[in-house]
């Protein structure tokens, strides 16, 4: 498409033209721009930020191509091209719709609650070594994701699979717009964006309007609601089930299911797969017997599919560095958005290893030069190329490139500290077999590991913001290793989305962020004398709590970028008393180059109703006393007062800004549900030995657990040493095994805990979730007495932290 042709696709009018350049990649995303050539902006004003801010700085990037809501000031873009909509991301989906309109293949729509993105992921897994495929990348699946997905469309490709999400009424017939499936897959109604209709019904009438011009719609058929819902759709309906009335039915036999499609049997192996995962192959496997594959292929690769962590993953490497494990394939759309990750993270130094570029329908050399303008927008480092065709290229990738024939040859030649203190992007087409070389670069550790999902970070972080007044700024606080789950790599995500300020409680941790490349203003909520210089030299910004520290730090003339005042209204552990007011006061005027930057104080009991009277008389002496230092200093500092509790319960005590703690991860103070917070932490860890104990017999230290029958006892790799609590000893605590609670069974060991696992068919090597899906950290924390806080940031320092994170 050319962009004279933007009149003919939406509804606008051109401000500017420059000649009449071809669109390659539509962009709605800043950060993510990589090679400017034929890029298309969208700019928007949303509730919190605006795209046209970000003009300027992307025309002195090269981009040259703008779709506008408002009229810039044109003289300043003398070489630019701008349409101008009244709605940029209506005009965004209207011209992905024009181009999905030059496509005759089969497109397949994935929509519903849950497991949208691994059916996608499996379909291209399965149906890739017979198709040509362009699917959504991540999880684009939202208003703006879809139709950027959609636009990757190409006359090369054969099939497309694309997934679909809504969270309100009326989005999705916006999207079925821009999709136009030819076939459907409704996988099911769950209880998530609940908020944004008036029951499941609604939600599954509206969900089933992406099928309404399908050819066909696949379903289980045991999901009420969903067949319900799609009753008057004008699909053909290819339903699935357990029973008898399903068109096609399902019957388990052993370990495997027999699928009966138009009078031929598929088996199925199962194995001990979840009810979810039987679902999903189940979508999957009626797909491709649709779409006319034999049931002997379907079997065959049903039985090798290979688990999709649908995100990228982050671990610990060798000599220091940081693995991003993305091995699964290598299209260029999604090596574009695992370079935009990389891009983000902390270490300097940056290597990608990547491999041949399979079934682009172009040849190498084109998509070697769509490859090369990736990664040399990327700040990669060092590129380390795999594959045949790759190694036939003669291009000048502008950066330190090594290449090697195959995986082989890689592991046998490749300096493995080359990767030392980088992050790492190992990203290859699956006949690579990448996880070969995941496995040499990460470090082997602990088997026992605290899983952060920064996608629920991130959605954590949406949900607050969207409590808060466009107005109200976010310090986001990272003490304690960020609650337990690693403070750099959530510093970095928070930076990448735009918070204000992050808070941490020594100078030590805000200097170890700040060698880490995080650059937001950073507050330090206990400063020490001898960390003076520290702060100063680092940026950092000392809470000041007494007029002794004021004074010592205005002898000390270490030059900071501000200060914060605390004030003590009520918490009594730190902060200003009102009768010290008068004299911080006289001192900060002697000594005007010191800036208080806010003045803030501490709520004692925002999460219980019982005080909310005191919480009120809280405010209002903090208005009191807060007021005192604008009228004083002649400029008026931030004022903050709310925690994540207070964020929750007392709106109309925003001020400037608010300190957002542990909601960050999922976690409620003032409620064990939330539906509007998603969990972002597990703590997982593995069986090492399962045994029969006969009764009579004891079981650990001080011979606590006494069993009165015979008894099969699982230990697992985690301990006290790892923050797991002796507390939990003797039954008290219990973790998640096959989805099962298991009860432990005597005392906590430092290094190991022993569970009954009597009713529970549990192998060695089984994962053992100590915390997380299934076992609420909040549940956890009060079958001991004590808050989430605590659980999670006892968590040990040995405790290996895994990052995942999908479309960042």
Known sequence: ??????????????????????????????????????VLFFAWKGPLHDGHFYLEELYNQGVRLFVVEQSPRLEKFPLASFFQVSNAIDALQEIASYHREHF????????????????????????????????????????????????????????????????????????????????????????AHDEGFSDQEEKACEKALLFKNSAAVIYCR??????????????????????????????????????????????????????????????????????????AIVHERIAQIRPVHMRLEIKEGIHQSLIIDDSYNADLAGIRTSLEFLKSQRNARKVAIVSDVLQSGTSPDVWGKQLKNLVTGSHVTLLVGIGEQLCGLSLDWQVETLLYHDVEEFLASFDFSRIAESSVLVKGARPFRFERIVTAL????????????????????????????????????????????????????????????????????????????????????????????????????PEVYSLSLLERLCESRVNVPGIHIKLDTGMHRLGLDPSELSRVIT???????????????????????????????????????????????????????????????????????VRLGIGLYGVDPTSTTNPGLT?????????????????????????????????????????????????????????????????????????????????????????????GPGLPLSDVAASIGTIPYEVLTQTGSRVKRVFYAEGL
């Open 1 to 38: 498409m050319h962009f004279t042709q933007l009149q003919q696709a939406a509804k606008g009018r051109f401000l500017q033209l420059r000649g009449d350049p071809e669109i390659s990649t539509l962009a709605t995303d800043s950060r993510k721009i990589h090679d400017s050539a034929g």
């Open 104 to 191: 005759k293949i089969p497109v397949i729509g994935i929509t519903g609650s849950n497991g949208k993105t691994i059916v996608k992921e499996w379909l291209y897994q399965l149906l890739s070594p017979d198709f040509s495929i362009v699917k959504s990348p991540g999880s684009y699946n939202s208003q703006t994701g879809v139709p950027l997905s959609v636009w990757n469309m190409g006359g090369h490709h054969q099939i497309g699979v694309f997934e679909a999400g809504i969270s309100r009424v009326g989005e999705m017939i916006r999207l079925e717009r821009v999709v136009r499936p030819t076939l459907g897959i409704f996988t099911n109604v769950g209880t």
């Open 222 to 295: 045991d999901h009420t609601q969903v067949h319900r819902a799609l009753f008057s759709c004008p699909a053909e309906k290819v339903d699935w089930g357990f029973h008898d009335d399903a068109s096609v039915p399902v019957r388990r036999r052993g370990e495997e299911l027999v699928v009966s499609y138009r009078g031929i049997e598929t088996i199925l192996p199962i194995g001990q797969l979840t009810a979810s995962e039987i679902e999903n192959r189940l979508h999957c496997a009626v797909a491709m017997l649709y779409l006319g594959m034999s049931s």
């Open 442 to 541: 990460q470090r082997k550790s602990h088997g026992t590991t605290l899983e952060v999902d920064l996608n629920a970070v991130q959605k954590n972080l949406r949900y607050f913001r969207s409590l808060l007044s466009p107005r109200t700024k976010i310090m986001a606080m990272v003490k304690a290793l960020a609650y337990g789950s690693g403070a750099n790599d959530v510093a970095s995500l928070l930076q990448y989305n735009l918070v204000d300020y992050l808070g941490v409680a020594y100078a030590d941790e805000g200097v170890e962020l700040r060698q880490n490349g995080i650059r937001v203003p950073i507050m330090v909520m206990n400063p020490s004398e001898d960390s003076f210089g520290q702060m100063g030299q680092y940026d950092l910004e």
């Open 587 to 657: 001192t900060l005027k002697k000594h005007p180059t010191v800036k208080v930057l806010s003045v803030f104080t501490h709520l004692a009991a925002a999460d219980d109703p019982a005080h909310d009277e005191f919480t009120r008389s809280q405010h209002l002496s903090f208005k009191a006393m807060a007021g005192k230092f604008s009228a004083a200093l002649g400029y008026q500092p931030m004022m903050h007062i709310l925690n994540t509790a207070g964020i929750l319960r007392f709106p109309e005590m925003q001020e400037d800004m």
């Open 679 to 771: 969990p972002s932490t597990t703590l997982k860890s593995v069986v090492s030995q399962v045994r029969t104990v006969p009764a009579g017999e004891t079981v650990g230290y001080g011979r606590a657990g006494k069993l009165d029958k015979p008894t099969r006892i699982a230990t697992f790799a985690a301990g006290y040493a790892d923050g797991y609590s002796r507390r939990f000893g003797n039954g008290t605590g219990q973790v998640l095994i096959r989805g099962k609670l298991a009860p432990v069974v005597g005392r906590v060991c430092m290094d190991m805990t022993m569970v009954d696992v009597t009713d529970i068919p549990v192998r060695e090597g089984d994962d053992v979730i100590l915390f």
